[in-house]
């Protein structure tokens, strides 16, 4: 006998589904909670423990499968059970797969009921034990970011710290790196994690508009503005203001920004009128933003109010130690995509990756291994390896090559990049064709 109750949130939008499946647990002896729409179940999950999720997919306004990402993202290690008419439904399949959730067609009899909760609950166990093993960071329920590198705890440490307070942060690393991904893991593992996240881009935004779309505009301030308009800053009131390539903002943009950040306060465009935000800033950038200081293309004052806490993400080739971690993440993820099914890996293809020097960090990666997902039968093995990941320059342990030999290891190792393409390996090596021809 459970010397507790464990409380189930039973989530459908069909009433009779509702009330047969709280009979049911009544007799198990659970404690139910319904929950007739998505938004519904938010608020109860909001302030009360629940131990097992039981859900429907499909259902009006908002689907069960958002629920399920949500759930996924905010409570990791909670259990949970699907409960639908069809599985194969709009990638109802994927979603319950890649999640490794529990599901139960309907119609179910109440002996099937049990064994799915009972399955549930125990996976949900499993899932909690398995944790630390992932390493991920302690009690993250952002669990997207692996990693084991010292290099990647440093990362976590600084995300830790940082999570649930307001300061400032500037992410900084090359690109592909993840910097995105720490700036969602600071936002979505902290206090403010069910305020609004807001990423923008200001590389991808023309610099004239950029301070519009910032910090809003009031009607008549410009043609087109025919009415007013909150800016990002307003949207992200609470929580978080995600500043991609910050580099690229403009420079009346930087003004106004540092303002922001000192006095608490913005101004729409075309107004006279200070308005408060309470939001926390994250930058991110790959330029290097002291050299950009030095041409007079970004404020120094600014740049100091930024860097209140400083993250540096190191390039995946300081950290190989988080390879296989992050090969093993993204088998999945393709593999359930592409597959449906999980893939396995050879350690001789292992072995090449680990190797490889990976100038586009953890996105080339994810590339790599998504191209051999696709192109492989069941397990990656070293012809679905791309040519230029498995050919590397073998330098003698001692003694030296001479340069005609160096020369030629080199000239093979652009043909296989090349895919023996003489035209484009001549680019390359910045010769000419016929003396491509006569070295071969
Ligand atoms: N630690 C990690 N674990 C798992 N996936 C990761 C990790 N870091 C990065 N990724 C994945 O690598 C890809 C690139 O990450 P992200 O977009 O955050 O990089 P970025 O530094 O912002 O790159 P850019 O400068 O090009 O914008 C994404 O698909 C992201 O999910
Ligand atoms: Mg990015």
Known sequence: MALRKENILIVDDDIDILELLQRHLKSMNYHTYKAISVKEALFILKDTFIDLLITDIQMPEIDGLQLLKFTNEHYPQMPKLVVTGYPSVNGALQVIQSGAMDYLTKPFTKDELKEGIEKAFAHGVERAMAKPKTATFKNNPYADMVGESSAFHKVIHIVERVKDNMATVLIQGESGTGKEL???????????????????????????LQEAELFGYMKGAFTGADQNRNGFFQAAQGGTLFLDEIGSASLAVQTKLLRALQEKEITKVGSQKAEKVN????????????????????????????????????????????????????????????????????????????????????????????????????????????????????????GFLSLREMEKKYIQRVLIHTQANKTKAAEILQIDRKTLRSKI
């Open 182 to 208: 720490v700036a969602r893991a600071i936002h979505y593992s902290g206090t403010f994690s069910r305020k609004p996240f807001i990423a923008v881009n200001c590389g991808a935004i023309p610099e004239n």
């Open 279 to 398: 939001i926390r800033i994250i930058a991110a950038t790959n330029a290097n933003l002291l050299e950009d200081i030095k041409n007079n293309n970004f404020r120094q004052d600014l740049f100091y109010r930024l860097t209140v806490v400083e993250i540096h993400v190191p390039p995946l080739r300081e950290r190989k130690s988080d390879i296989p971690l992050l090969v093993e993440k993204f088998l999945r993820k393709y593999g359930v995509e592409y597959k449906d099914r999980l893939l396995r890996i050879t350690p001789e293809v292992l072995r090449i990756l680990e190797r490889y020097n990976w100038p586009g960090n953890i996105r080339e990666l994810e590339n790599i291994v998504q191209r051999m997902v696709i192109m492989s039968d069941g397990i990656l093995e070293v012809k679905d390896v791309p040519d230029f990941l498995k050919y590397k320059i073998d330098f003698p342990e001692s």
